[in-house]
């Protein structure tokens, strides 16, 4: 069984920083892509992030050059670098993985920027 697990979201203020964590367990032979979603109250998830097994990245306009998304493949670990943080990001923060079997989701960590 694959269990995502994300560590690091809390209450930060405006213009502060956190770190995301996403711990990858299980039974997987090797992982594609791994990325971070978000999703506000009354808003649809959208995607903030994504890295390939290559080290490709993709970042949601609204993040560039505030969050840094990085990867641990040898420990199957993908992180999240939140700088500068605004209000609008406050959201719950879920990590994901694409591997050969399907698309696995993580429970979610809960970040609040308070202005």
């Known amino acids: 069984q694959v269990q995502l697990v994300e560590s690091g979201g809390g209450l930060v203020q405006a213009g502060g920083t956190l770190r995301l964590s996403c711990a990858v367990s299980?039974?997987?032979?090797?992982?594609?892509?791994m990325g971070w979603h978000r999703q506000a109250p009354g808003k649809q998830r959208e995607l903030v992030a994504s890295i390939t097994s290559t080290g490709s990245t993709n970042y949601a306009d609204s993040v560039k050059g505030r969050f840094t998304i990085n990867r641990d493949n040898a420990k199957n670990t993908v992180f999240l670098q939140m700088n500068s943080l605004k209000p609008e990001d406050t959201a719950v923060y879920y990590c994901?993985?694409?591997?050969?079997?399907?698309?696995?989701w993580g429970q979610g960590t809960q970040v609040t920027v308070s202005s």
């Open positions: 299980g039974s997987i032979s090797s992982i594609n892509a």
């Open positions: 994901n993985i694409f591997t050969q079997f399907g698309t696995y």
